[in-house]
């Protein structure tokens, strides 16, 4: 078999199971068996492969087929212009998420140094990619999962900033280090009854600790602008990501708890998605 029939194979597979992708994934998945670029492939399709390889493709295809999501996969996602490693310990960069990237550089001129917290960091993507830009500020980034810093820890050391970020596995109920200039999240925010109507690609597969928030959908943006009274510096900027119909009532905690709403971004789809708030009391 050459490159061109173990994509066709692989296409075949992947489109019977209702995969949308399954072309792109075809070849991706292709791309991590040789461990080349799939531009290379896509050159020199009729390249013969090894039967060693072969089987390593279809354990793949088999993955997929089954609604691995495809970044598990290839322990790989690209998120703000950058590669981040991830794995079945921590939520998958979404493209949503980097309107909260967008947001925090939008408040730091290029030269500042300003002080970031950031609660609930996972894959460590969102911090990463705001010091990247901004290599003067610092930051310290939490999880309660051992298993989400841990993956962070690689990142962070892939992408060099140790020196940087400095990460700490607590729970935002028992953190009370310094005063920061800005707190960023993107906390979990899904009703516990919700979560059985996920897609089997999150629901399967993604850490239901990143994604269920109680009955309620705000056991943890509650307790994130609660902390954040106390955490941010007078006129310090909470910004973080909420769910769907979640702005009104978020916006209400806010004001309860002396923050002043600059801004509520919406999403590609118009869905409020990240609010921007000040601490003015």
């Known amino acids: 078999m050459n490159y061109l029939d173990v994509i066709n194979y692989g296409n075949k597979i992947l489109k019977l199971n209702n995969i949308k992708s ?7 998945l292709l791309s991590k068996t040789l461990n080349i670029s799939r531009e290379e492939i896509l050159i020199n399709l009729d390249k013969k492969i090894t039967i060693n390889q072969i089987k390593k493709y279809k354990s793949f295809i088999i993955r997929r087929k089954h609604k691995e999501p495809i970044a598990q996969i290839l322990c790989k996602k690209e998120f703000w212009g950058n590669d981040f490693y991830v794995n079945k310990d921590v939520l ?35 911090i990463i990619s705001i010091i990247k830009e901004r290599p003067n500020s610092k930051a310290i980034a939490i999880d309660i ?9 690689y990142n962070v050391k892939m992408h060099h900033l140790m020196n940087k970020i400095k990460l ?5 109920d028992k953190f009370n280090h310094n005063k920061y200039d800005f707190i960023i999240s993107n906390p979990p925010y899904i009703k516990k009854f919700e979560l059985k109507r996920l897609d089997n690609n999150v629901k399967l597969f993604e850490p239901k600790i990143a994604l269920e928030a109680g009955t309620d959908g705000f056991k943890n943006i509650r307790k994130i602008i609660t902390r954040s009274k106390s955490l941010l510096k007078k006129n310090g ?26 801004e509520v971004i919406n999403d ?6 990240v609010i921007i708030s000040t601490k003015i009391l």
């Open 92 to 126: 998958i960069p979404r493209p949503e998420t980097e309107i909260i990237v967008e947001a925090v550089l939008k408040y730091i001129n290029t030269n500042s140094s300003k002080n970031l917290l950031e609660i609930g960091t996972g894959s460590g993507c969102i």
């Open 168 to 172: 700490i596995n607590i729970d935002i």
């Open 237 to 262: 900027k909470l910004i973080f990501e909420i769910g769907e119909n979640q702005s009104d009532y978020a916006g209400l905690l806010l004001r309860k708890n002396g923050f002043y709403i600059n």
């Open 145 to 153: 999962s051992k298993k989400a810093l841990k993956v962070a820890r």
């Open 268 to 273: 590609m789809f118009s869905i409020p998605r």
């Open 22 to 28: 399954y072309s792109l994934d075809s070849e991706l």
